[in-house]
């Protein structure tokens, strides 16, 4: 990784995982609300759900992006072992 993207990229980590850090402390703090919320059925506790977990997937993906970036760790190439 080239030097002046590192600065750069470890911001990004330290963000990222406090967002994460974050979002997942409100959800296991509140694990009861949530639950409750839910577990209603109908079309917007669905939708919640939904959305909910898109929401994670992003934010922890993004995290998880920058973490790899950040040591170096690219995928293998199609063909290549």
Aim: charged share 15%; glycine share 10%.
């Amino acid at each position: 990784m080239k030097k002046n993207n590192q600065g750069k990229t470890v911001r990004h980590v330290i963000t990222w995982g406090i967002i994460t850090l974050a979002a997942y402390l409100l959800v296991f703090l509140n694990e009861h609300t949530v639950t409750s919320y839910f577990s209603r059925g109908g079309g917007l506790a669905a939708a919640g759900v939904i959305i909910t977990a898109i929401t994670f997937s992003i934010i922890h993906g993004s995290f998880a992006n920058y973490l790899l970036e950040m040591f170096d760790i690219k995928p293998l190439k199609k063909g290549v072992h």
